[in-house]
């Protein structure tokens, strides 16, 4: 018994705290991690979604007014951009668990982002790089749409952009929560959800600034300008984020990730005829504490993965035929998050309108604010993060230590229950949307009247509440789960979320169209003129969508709580040397027994 615990060594590595300085050296925790080594972070997220809000936001103005694409086409391509920075999150995320480390990820796509700007800036500056001036409004038919050459430069500067961000925003995210040491120090689990907080707090601020400061560039001083903005912005973070290397923690890259989950799959069905295993007390204390705990119920078929057949001879077997059971609890664990991560992708939907047909709303409104003043329409989504950046510090010094009196949870209420929170929410947002159009076109076609922009406000603001308390409780809860070394490509996990969410608006928008388009009346998105399409009709499809999601989150969500094993109680079991089971083969029976 003692020489099978001493060739458990190598399988406990995980569990011990494994960061360096970024020279290689084992970190010092006086010297490095904690909150003000995160703050360095924090500012590359703040300048980050600054850059980039400041071009997704606005670009479905400057794709119909200067390159001449029609509102659809135009809302689309607004769509796949920003659902391909949150797919190419998963590239970002492999490559930092895997190969690189966060930083050197972050790092390194940084300067292709920043790239990607500078190239915007350039095709939106230079006259012979966009199509010929043309008012769509007045002169649509007429207009020629950006094609060939132009297109070319145009999508590639987008994409090195959508490369860029994708890659390292799961990596800021990661990079920042991988300086709080969790398991030497429990104390930093507060401090970590404060610093979730945080992190959400820089995203509203780089958001705020992006759509009223960077946007109004924009509209007044041109998009070549702004998109220039956008690259001194993100220029600034990544000065801000390599100004703090001398204070970060690293977690080196563990080769790869992929590698162990599907030997776990390989192993389970060549074994797949083998008894499952039931762990055995056989007098050992700490053997029958360890099983009631580790062999958790859900996916019971993978458990065969780490049955060891002795049949008399010392042959060692293939990682291929012989996983850990810490190794098949993580790919449990890995499935268990997938159908929470499912639930959030009709969220991001909504959050797509917002983005695309929210603005041209707010373009067909009474935009003007004083005698001299107007307000640009993209500018209508920071109306949320002025109200965040106040509720958001209020949330977490307030709400979470009176939550945590109630409810004894470390983060006020549970990760799952902000989540489910927030996805009720959205429902309402798209609620008030459908309601507010319905107003103002009822207004626009009777009296001729155009209704003040700040009717769109409730839509806004109902939403930014919504997504503080679903984004911010989807990163908390993937970050948390015992996944070792895939820290980062979780978080990319939250941010494929999105991907699939604009993805899914794409196919919205044109199913839609190609239903509704059959009736007398055109279809309900068909035209370019929004007093002639059916916005309102589209935003109560989505309200009953949402809610819809929201009822099968609540299925998913209790069993997901019913089905997980503790953690922490998963991890004591791990470091009393629990790795397989033993199946010894006989000539006549087969004998099912854990031997720690």
């Known amino acids: ?141 007429m207009c020629e749409e950006a094609k060939g050459f132009k297109a070319l430069i145009f999508f590639v500067a987008l994409y090195l952009v959508a490369l860029g961000s994708g890659c390292v925003k799961p990596n800021m995210i990661s990079h920042g929560a991988d300086q709080f040491n969790l398991q030497t120090y429990p104390s930093h689990s507060k401090k970590l959800s404060t610093y979730f907080n945080a992190a959400y707090f820089a995203f509203s601020m780089g958001e705020l600034i992006a759509l009223t400061v960077l946007v109004w560039i924009q509209t007044h001083a041109g998009m070549d300008v702004g998109f220039g903005v956008s690259a001194a912005a993100m220029a600034m973070g990544l000065v801000v984020v390599v100004s703090g290397t001398l204070y970060y923690r690293n977690k080196p890259p563990r080769g790869s990730i992929f590698t162990p989950i599907v030997q776990v799959f390989v192993a389970a069905m060549l074994k797949r005829k083998q008894i499952n295993p039931e762990l055995m007390i056989n007098g050992d204390q700490n053997g029958a504490e360890s099983g009631n705990v580790v062999q958790t119920q859900r996916f019971r078929f993978l458990d065969k993965a780490c049955i060891k057949v ?146 769109i406000t409730p839509q806004f603001l109902i939403f930014g509440l919504s997504e503080m308390l679903t984004a911010v409780g989807l990163i908390e809860f993937f970050y948390k789960q015992s996944l070792q070394g895939m820290q980062a490509f979780l978080m990319a996990m939250t941010y494929c979320s999105y991907s699939f969410g604009f993805y899914l608006s794409s196919v919205l928008v044109s199913l839609v169209n190609k239903i509704t388009s059959s009736s007398s009346k055109g279809g309900w998105l068909s035209d370019n003129d929004l007093n002639k399409d059916r916005l309102d009709l589209f935003y109560w499809l989505l309200a009953v969508i949402s809610f819809l999601n929201f009822l099968n989150y609540l299925f998913w969500a209790r069993w997901h709580s019913h089905s997980s094993a503790s953690p922490t109680i998963q991890n004591e079991a791990d470091g009393m040397g629990l790795n397989h089971y033993i199946l010894t083969k006989h000539s006549k029976d087969v004998v099912d027994e854990n031997i720690p």
């Open 1 to 141: 018994m003692e020489e099978g615990r001493g060739t458990d060594k190598g399988e406990m590595k995980h569990q011990q705290e494994n960061t360096v300085d970024w020279r290689g050296r084992p970190s010092n925790p006086k010297k490095h991690g904690g909150m003000s080594a995160a703050a360095f972070v924090l500012g590359l997220q703040a300048f980050e979604i600054m850059g980039i809000a400041a071009v997704g936001n606005n670009l479905i103005t400057y794709l119909i007014n200067e390159m001449h694409f029609s509102l659809s086409k135009s809302a689309n391509i607004v769509t796949n951009f920003v659902g391909t920075i949150f797919l190419l999150a998963l590239l970002g995320g492999y490559l930092s668990d895997s190969h690189l480390g966060c930083f050197w990820t972050i790092i390194l796509f940084g300067f292709v982002e920043l790239s990607g700007f500078i190239l915007l800036s350039v095709q939106a500056h230079l006259p012979q790089l966009k199509p010929a001036k043309c008012n769509m409004l007045t002169d649509g038919d």
């Open 310 to 455: 002795e049949d008399g001879s010392n042959t060692k077997e293939s990682p291929w035929r012989l996983c850990s059971v810490t190794q098949v609890e993580q790919v449990k664990i890995l499935i268990s998050v997938i159908p929470i991560f499912a639930c959030t992708i009709v969220f991001n939907t909504v959050l797509a309108q917002l983005q695309t047909f929210s603005v041209q709303q707010g373009s067909a409104m009474d935009t003007q604010l004083t005698k001299s003043f107007h307000i640009p329409a993209a500018s209508l989504q920071s109306i949320p993060y002025i109200i965040l950046i106040f509720l958001v510090p209020l949330y977490d010094k307030f709400f979470v230590p009176f939550a945590r009196k109630i409810t004894g949870h470390e983060s006020g209420i549970s990760p799952l229950q902000r989540i489910g929170s927030g996805l009720f929410l959205s429902t309402f947002s798209m609620i008030a949307a459908a309601l507010m159009e319905k107003k103002r076109r009822d207004s626009a076609l009777g009296s001729g009247e155009i209704i003040s922009i700040f009717w």
